[in-house]
């Protein structure tokens, strides 16, 4: 059934219509924090300032349940082949349950295989850690470049920059991702080949940017090492689910991370895609990110929708989106090591809810997948909060904030902190014409000083930034992305649009390297561009 038609739509569309000012509602009601906060999982969700009601909770959540979203859960955790185009189970939560725990695919227990993964992945990493582990000449490895791109890059950047408080500073981490031959000149031209280890971290091990950046990095590495064909079982691993590529590219499989189908690439940091963190946090602290996860994850499987962190917050989303027509929702962590992490969950979002069509093939008859973007606070308020104050379109905002400074210096923390709480109530309440006017203001200035106010956020809040905490957030938004996606009944969990480009391009890649010139069979406009490319870098 689609959920417009469904009872519930239709209230909520009279809601959306109907509902009064946040200043209002407030104002009305001196338990509304409480009525819309939630402690859990190791998180502090205050959604009390968004434009809702009780009802409009309620209604949200009869949705939810219209949409089947309790066994969907469910399915998703028991392994059921819920990506339904790749006739694949969608796993990431066995990648965090404890050695304990049994999840089958196929009749076989996972669980097994993932902790050995885990366990060897330890042990390697504690050998580089430890400088037991030597390179071709015998000098101990500094140096850790990931190669990868998409989900094999997003992941382990990110988590990199956010947990960077907590790595071995003595080793030194690049991540090379794009096919852009600047991307890998830059990330080595300060390294010594003789102490850097490449991580080949490919799912596929097929992927051009990838196996273009790692030909390009055995080159670079036998250069600097004499040209001896063997330094390469050295100075480079893999992470990948194709053993025979691993090999064919001269990588001996024992110093190759596996993980399975089953593990969708947005979805893999905490697989052995996070190989390079691993080295960088030490086992134990990659082991307590899981744990992270783990504990969000349990959450939202037994949570009651009610008191659901990720499952309010995914129907917050819908509701903006479908009700109120908000294209974008912006995610700004006041916390200077979540940089990456507005760009990590672009993928994470819109790679899994860009879609178009429902599950069984037809359209969806209601927006799907909002654009998430975002930058760290308090720096995007000097930027583009401008548009989010007083511009004509809705955007939600996710607040990220931590209670304490993983750098407590005088006081910053507090002034940090002072915006966030200044930020979430001057979009809700806004400044009224009178208020401005009261304040001295020129009437013909007074217009450009209003602030309508009425304007949404969600408050996230954790004690401090540690691995953990990094796996609760990482996990709440994937599950979050899950439940928007159960509500337009698509499959966040496929990427067919990322293919057509990629095979153009493999079409055009002859046509640029041609030394003859190509019969192009392309519209008008890209033959002239094609054109204009070959004539302009032969000048
Ligand atoms: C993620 C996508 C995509 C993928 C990259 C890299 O969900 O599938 O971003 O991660 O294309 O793929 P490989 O790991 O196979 O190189």
Redesign the pocket.
Known sequence: MHLTSHPAWDSLTDQAETLPHLSELFEVDPQRAEKFQIEAAGLFFDYSKNLITEDTVKSLIELANAAGLRDRIDAMFRGDKINITEDRAVLHTALRAPRTASVKVDGVDVIPEVHEVLDRMAVFSNRIRTGEWKGHTGKRIKNIVNI?????DLGPVMAYEALRHYTDRSLTFRFVSNVDGTDFAEATHDLDPSETLFII???????LE?MTNAATAREWSLAGLGGDASAVARHFVAVSTNAEKVSAFGIDTANMFGFWDWV?????MDSAIGLSNMIALGPDHFRDMLAGFHEMDEHFRTAPFEQNIPVLHGLLALWYNDFFGAQTIAVLPYEQYLKRFPAYLQ?LTM?SNGKHVQLDGTEVDADTGPIYWGEPGTNGQHSFYQLIHQGTRLIPCDFIAFAKSLNPLGRHHDLLMSNVFAQTEALAFGKTLEQVEAEGTPSALAPHRVFEGNRPSNVIMGEKLTPAALGRLVSLYEMSVFTQGVLWNINPFD?WG?ELGKVLAQRIIPELESTGEPDLKHDCSTNSLIRRYRKMKAL
Not at 201 to 207: A, C, G, I, Q
Not at 264 to 268: D, E, K, L
């Open positions: 990868g791109i998409g989900g094999s971290s490919s799912k596929t091990f097929t992927t990838t969708g690439g947005r979805y893999s993928q790679e990427q990322v």
